[in-house]
């Protein structure tokens, strides 16, 4: 009955996970808010690789839903090599390259001096105001950059250099930050939420690794069932969460994405406060 109930918890857990994955909304922030009131019962370090490795499911959503844009080989009559998603792969890497330094050598030093409830509180509203500002500045504007290809080197790194804030800072939110920086430098909604899956891709299945070699390759037969069951459950709402939001940024800004933030890291701010 025991193992029923952490199994319940972890379909939970992984719901939340692949809702906020994916929307910029911190998934952080939520995670550490649900965990004030259902609690794994696993142990710390468990519970820290938990946390990131349940990102596996919210990966291979976005690799289903966009294997023919990540996918550089064709297997028709003969093999083709499409060079273009392969140049698409090197810019993602690119990308990568602020946030896999600074999280390589101060992982551990930024999760002690960060990951807690007020500093979470202050991404989540600070990044908020950022994303209503910037959606009042391009009110009327145009986007430079509307499709993938016109993606440079260079913007890439840009947008892997905003990705670093959620790497420092918990709560900034991967997706927020990636997104409200390639916004600022002129790429259109579209455009920008589809870099920020892709480069999801590399960045979460680097992270996953470092924690799970911390944590070691020795579980229990709960912790399995609970790793296994809250990827399961990412997997299927990210699924549903990434084609709402590609439909909706179609006809919609992400100021109601800023005015959330802003509302939950009040809202957590004035729990941990009383």
């Given at each position: 009955m025991?193992?029923?109930?952490?199994?319940?918890k972890?379909i939970?857990f992984?719901i939340?996970?692949?809702?906020?994955?994916?929307l910029?909304i911190?998934?952080t922030g939520h995670?550490?808010?649900l965990?004030?009131f259902?609690t794994l019962d696993?142990?710390?370090?468990?519970w820290?690789m938990?946390l990131?490795?349940i990102?596996?499911?919210?990966?291979?959503?976005?690799?289903?839903l966009f294997?023919?844009?990540?996918?550089p080989?064709k297997?028709?009559a003969?093999?083709v090599?499409?060079?273009d998603?392969f140049?698409?792969w090197?810019?993602?890497?690119?990308?990568?390259?602020p946030?896999?330094v600074?999280?390589?050598?101060?992982d551990?030093?930024l999760d002690?001096?960060?990951y807690?409830?007020?500093?979470?509180s202050?991404a989540?509203?600070?990044?908020g105001?950022a994303?209503i500002?910037i959606?009042n500045?391009?009110?009327?504007a145009?986007?430079?950059?509307?499709e993938?290809?016109q993606?440079?080197?260079?913007?890439?790194f840009?947008i892997g250099v905003?990705?670093l804030?959620?790497a420092?800072?918990?709560?900034?939110s991967?997706s927020g930050a990636?997104?409200?920086g390639?916004?600022?430098?002129?790429?259109?909604?579209?455009v920008?939420a589809?870099?920020?899956f892709?480069?999801?891709i590399?960045?979460m299945l680097?992270?996953s690794?470092?924690?799970?070699?911390?944590?070691?390759f020795e579980f229990t037969?709960?912790e399995m069932?609970?790793?296994?069951?809250g990827?399961?459950?990412?997997?299927?709402v990210s699924?549903?969460?990434?084609?709402?939001?590609?439909?909706?940024i179609?006809?919609h800004?992400?100021?109601?994405f800023?005015?959330?933030?802003?509302?939950?890291g009040?809202a957590v701010?004035l729990y941990?406060?009383?």
């Amino acid at each position: 009955m025991e193992n029923i109930t952490e199994i319940l918890k972890a379909i939970l857990f992984g719901i939340i996970e692949g809702i906020t994955e994916w929307l910029p909304i911190s998934s952080t922030g939520h995670m550490i808010l649900l965990n004030e009131f259902v609690t794994l019962d696993v142990s710390p370090e468990f519970w820290d690789m938990f946390l990131v490795v349940i990102q596996l499911g919210a990966i291979l959503a976005v690799v289903i839903l966009f294997w023919n844009k990540i996918f550089p080989f064709k297997f028709k009559a003969k093999p083709v090599i499409q060079k273009d998603i392969f140049i698409l792969w090197f810019k993602i890497l690119a990308a990568c390259v602020p946030a896999a330094v600074i999280g390589l050598a101060f992982d551990d030093v930024l999760d002690a001096l960060f990951y807690n409830p007020w500093c979470v509180s202050i991404a989540l509203i600070v990044f908020g105001i950022a994303f209503i500002l910037i959606e009042n500045r391009n009110k009327n504007a145009s986007p430079k950059i509307t499709e993938l290809n016109q993606i440079t080197y260079q913007t890439a790194f840009m947008i892997g250099v905003f990705q670093l804030l959620a790497a420092v800072f918990p709560g900034t939110s991967r997706s927020g930050a990636t997104i409200v920086g390639a916004l600022l430098i002129g790429v259109s909604r579209t455009v920008a939420a589809e870099f920020t899956f892709f480069l999801a891709i590399p960045v979460m299945l680097g992270a996953s690794l470092l924690k799970i070699v911390k944590f070691g390759f020795e579980f229990t037969g709960t912790e399995m069932a609970v790793l296994v069951t809250g990827m399961v459950s990412a997997f299927i709402v990210s699924i549903i969460v990434i084609r709402f939001l590609m439909g909706y940024i179609k006809r919609h800004d992400f100021k109601v994405f800023g005015w959330y933030r802003i509302v939950l890291g009040a809202a957590v701010l004035l729990y941990f406060a009383l």
